[in-house]
């Protein structure tokens, strides 16, 4: 799991990026196409066309780390928004990297008894 700081906020860039980009590539999108800081510590998400392959960037004051996560079934839930960022919880990012529905997550069953 990713130490995400208390203070940081975690967008999701809408819609899909090219997956072939890089942490310098990937900064100056959130740079010039979003009008975001790519240093400011938030953790920055990205998805592929596919719609089975996450990229995460994060400046933790020292340099980038570039995270990615690739489903081997499913797809990960994402917003139906062509363009731009919207922010979202740190714990709504757990369920996005489990390949839970973030929006509407589901209580499952847990056995009562181990027999």
């Known amino acids: ?19 072939r980009k890089g942490a310098a590539s990937l900064g100056l999108l959130i740079q010039e196409g979003f009008g975001g800081k790519p240093n400011s510590g938030d953790l920055h998400v990205f998805r592929g066309r596919r719609g089975d392959l996450l990229k995460i960037i994060w400046h933790d004051g020292l340099g980038a780390s570039l995270y990615s996560k690739r489903l081997e079934r499913g797809k990960f839930t994402w917003p139906s928004a062509k363009d731009g960022v919207i922010s979202i919880s740190a714990s709504a990012l757990a369920c996005l990297l489990e390949g839970i529905d973030w929006r509407n997550p589901q209580y499952t069953f847990r056995p009562e008894l181990a027999g």
Not at 1 to 19: K, L, Y
């Open 1 to 19: 799991m990713i130490p995400i700081p208390g203070h940081a906020r975690v967008w999701i860039a809408t819609g899909h990026t090219d997956m």
